[in-house]
Every structure is written in C-alpha cells, then in structure tokens.
C-alpha cells in the first residue's frame, strides 16, 4: 500500500511540474565556460529579455519558477550557472569577501550574459535583471554600469552598491521570515524617498526609472521565496508595469508539487528496501547502551572541532568542502577509537553472523550499492530536475573521491556505534545532531573561515534526516549497517562535490 501511494504520489508531481513548461522552447546553450538556459514561450512575438541569476552555491536550477513564470507571460527569460557553481567547470576566482575579487568576476560574467541575452532573436532590445541572494548584488551592479537595464529585480537583497539614484525601477522581494532582509529591503526603497517607507507600496515613478517597492513573500525564508508564488507574481507585477505589458497572468506555484515528489520517493525506498538481500543474521552491530555509547559519541564531537581548529585546510578547490572532508574524517576515526576501547568493534572477526563470507561480503557491497545508487539517481535526478545541479561536471568528479575520503570512516563508524542490539533508542538521531554541534562549535572557534558552513547546515539536516530514512530501512532488511554506512558515505560525498561552489585556490 504504501508504494501503490508512493508511486501514486511521484506521477502526480510529475506531471503537474512536466506541465509548468507545456508550450515554452527551452534551448540550453554556453557563452564562453557559463552554461545558458532560454525559456520562451513558443511563437510568441518579440519581448523584453529577463536575466536571472541564481545565489550563492546555487545553480540555475533554482531560478525556474521565475523563468517559466516570465516566459509563460510573453517574456524572454535567461538562466545560467555562476562560475564555480552548478554545470560551470569554471573554477571562481577572486577573494569572495571582497568586492574588488570575487563581487568582480561575477559581474563581469553576467555582462556577457547579458550581451547574449540582448542579441537573442525573440528579444524586442529591452532588458531586465533579476538575481537572489548573492546575485541581488550582482545585478544591482551590473544595471548600475549598463543604461540599457530598465528593471531590476532583487530576491532576498543585500547590496550596499543601492544608491537614491540607482538601480532604475528596483522591486526587493524578501521572505517574511527573513527579518534582517526586511530590514535592508525597506533601507533600499527608502534611500529614493529620503524617508521610511512600507513594505507593498510603490515609490517613484516608471518613467524616469525612480520606482521602488518592497514586497515580504508571506511564510517563506531565504530558499522557499524562490518558490512562493507571491514572490513571482511580485516580480510578473513590476515587470509588466515597466515594459507596459499584460501577459496571461500564469504564475509558477511549483513548491508543493517538488514537495510531494520528494516525499514519493523518500517513501518508495521503503518497499524498495524489502527487494535488498539478507547481509547478516542476527543483525550486526555495536549494540551499545546508552550508558557506553555516551563517551563514544560525545569525545569525537568535543575533540574534532578542537583538533582542527590551526590546521590548514585549503587543498580542496571546493569552498568549505576540505574542511568538511577532514571533519567527518578525523570525526569517525574518533569514534572508531573509542569503539575499539569499550571493545564493541569487531567488523571483521564476528563469525556468528554468517558462515559464508564471500557470499556475505559480495551481498552487502550489492545492498550498499543499490541503496547509493537509489540516493543518488533517482532522488538525486528528482533534485537536478527541479530543485539544483546534482549531475558533476568532469573537474568535479575527483572531489567526489576525495570527500568520500572523509565521509567514509564516520558513516561506517557511526552505522556500527548506533545498530545492534541493545543500541540506545534514539541513538542514530543523536549522534547527527551531535555531529551538527560540532560543526557549531568549529565555525565558532574559525567564524571567517567557516562562515558559509553556517549556510549549508540545514542542507546537512535534511540529507541526514532522509538518508537516515534509507539507512534505516536498508539495515531492517540487510541486518547489515555498513549497507547504509557505505552508501551515505557515497551520497554525502556527491552531494558536497557537486553542489558546493569551485574556487581558484
């Protein structure tokens, strides 16, 4: 039953999200290094041509819902991957803290976009911006150095480049939830006025460039205003005001549908699971009580954000992603170390599991690999489709090893410290949340360095919270934990090597 719902589920989403560009060309091209994207709706006439830009250790993926919103209503709308980022093989250069470095190069690189996007056949010579995040300030300086931008649109905007006078006609959107932002949202708009202003009133004039408004999405924070329609339906608004157009009022509202998706095939694996072979059986496992297991899984999570706090960790060329590496690695064999004191690890010598190893050994790497290639091509595909780029480009694919490096030893540690029997209940969810405190705790002590940890946290959360699903079902079933171990320690490292941003180190 529950996959007859699972699969039920998935065609659903499927289909309503295949449907959102029903009728558009989509032509995927490069300028230079930077991977293109044009939506259009097919046979429509000339219009103006919208460039999006995506955030930081985002891709172009993300910037959907406003491209299809866009060129379902008549538009022109340009997507494309930020050097470093997404499907650019193109390594980011630049100091990313400074505006002179990195702020640059992006700058420059969405000029050359632009410069495509000006010369498209569909497009009728008028041109808009629209970024998030990190390229709402890219944006606003690119349409301060080009007259010819006449809109701009900033989603969850910090700039200090705003100024009274520019950039021409800027609408902020920002997610109510991002209180900060709405605070910078309201500075910017207020800056042409000389005064404080409200959010949802527009300022200025069209004409003569000077409009301004702040629109707060309700219920989202910093990703999810990318989804909400109120925030497409802002930036459609301005747009339309601008460029004295009427389209068809079509707005993307694709998050429930991406939502229910995920959700299909979180809960497919479950059935999925039952096809996997018998590993071991009893199960295996370290078995630990909570009274052992405390000391094992608390001293890694003290010790390994001191340890590494003045060691050098820039031979990776993926931002934080060398740190990361090192943590998980030096994290599980600290907990491999402390499995080997209280004398509960013994992976390879515990012949009460099964009498035929060969057989046994090849079975669980079947398991294991069935289970990454699951995580990894059919939720990950889900992701690459419609949430962010999850397919690596060949300079990627040596990070890929390189983080499994790291990623491995504290899976596989973790999987035998908390599977067994007689392992403490609760025991799995608490190591993942002690493992996130001590990535806390290694930001705090190197907070200039490790910043952009503090970003990708969440995204930590939600992969172990579903590949703890996955690992969960897989041992149930194999009654092996390396089944999961080796799996999320494959899944983890792709995740981090093809999403996290490329720098020139």
């Known amino acids: 039953m529950l996959g007859l719902a699972a699969g039920l589920a998935i065609v659903v989403a499927l289909w309503q999200l295949l449907a959102t560009t029903a009728g558009l060309d989509i032509t995927r091209t490069q300028v230079g290094p930077t991977p293109v994207t044009v939506y259009r709706a097919a046979g429509a006439p000339p219009a103006p ?30 997507t494309f ?30 000029a050359r976009v632009a410069a495509f996007a000006k010369a498209l056949p569909g497009g009728d010579g008028r041109l808009a911006v629209l970024g998030h995040s990190m390229a709402s300030d890219i944006v606003v300086r690119y349409a301060q150095s080009d007259p010819a931008v006449a809109a701009t649109v900033a989603i969850s905007m910090f700039s200090p480049a705003v100024t009274a006078q520019t ?26 006025v000389g005064g404080p202003v409200e959010p949802g009133i527009t300022y200025g004039s069209f004409a003569d460039g000077s409009a301004r408004r702040a629109a707060f999405s309700p219920h989202v924070e910093h990703i999810a205003v990318l989804y909400s329609d109120a925030s497409s339906r802002e930036a459609l608004a301005w747009l339309d005001t601008v460029f004295g157009r009427r389209g068809s009022g079509y707005v993307d509202d694709r998050g429930a549908f991406i939502g229910l998706l995920i959700l299909g095939l979180v809960l497919l694996a479950k059935p999925l699971a039952r096809l996997l072979p018998r590993v071991s059986d009893p199960p295996r496992g370290a078995g630990l009580p909570w009274r052992t297991l405390w000391p094992v899984a608390v001293a890694p999570a003290v010790l390994t954000p001191l340890l590494l706090w003045k060691v050098p960790t820039d031979f990776l060329p993926v931002l934080v992603g060398d740190y990361l590496a090192m943590h998980f690695g030096l994290y599980g064999l600290l ?51 419609f949430v962010t780029s999850f397919v690596p480009v060949t300079p990627r694919l040596p990070l890929v090893l390189a983080l499994l490096a790291g990623t491995l030893p504290w899976f596989l540690a973790d ?14 969810t608490a ?75």
Request: glycine letters at 10%; aromatic letters at 10%.
């Open 167 to 192: 950039p021409r006609n800027l609408l902020v959107v920002v997610g109510d939830f991002e209180r900060r932002l709405k605070q910078e949202a309201l500075r910017a708009v207020g800056l042409a």
């Open 335 to 385: 907990t491999a170390l402390g499995l080997v004191l209280v004398r509960r690890w013994a992976p390879a010598t515990d012949a009460a599991a099964a009498p035929a190893g060969g057989t046994r050994h090849v079975a669980l790497l079947i398991a294991a690999a069935a289970v990454a290639l699951y995580s990894i091509a059919a939720l990950g595909g889900a992701i690459d489709s």
């Open 415 to 428: 999987e035998w410290a908390t599977r067994g029997e007689g392992a403490g209940r609760g025991a799995y």
């Open 81 to 110: 991957d930020f050097l470093g980022h997404g499907r650019n093989g193109e390594r980011l250069g630049g100091d990313i803290t400074r505006v002179a470095g990195t702020t640059t190069f992006l700058v420059d690189e969405v």
């Open 49 to 78: 041509v919208v460039v999006i830009a995506h955030g930081f250790a985002g891709s172009q993926q993300l910037m959907q819902p406003f491209a299809v919103t866009l060129a379902r209503n008549g538009y022109v709308a340009v």
């Open 431 to 505: 190591t993942k949340l002690l493992f996130l405190v001590s990535l806390a705790v290694a930001v705090a002590l190197n907070l200039s360095k490790l910043f952009f940890l503090i970003l990708i946290v969440p995204v930590i959360l939600a992969f172990f919270v579903v590949y703890g699903l996955f690992s969960r079902w897989a041992y149930r079933r194999t009654g092996h934990p390396f089944v999961g171990g080796l799996a999320n320690a494959l899944a983890f490292a792709w995740a981090i090597a093809v999403t996290f941003p490329m720098l020139t180190r």
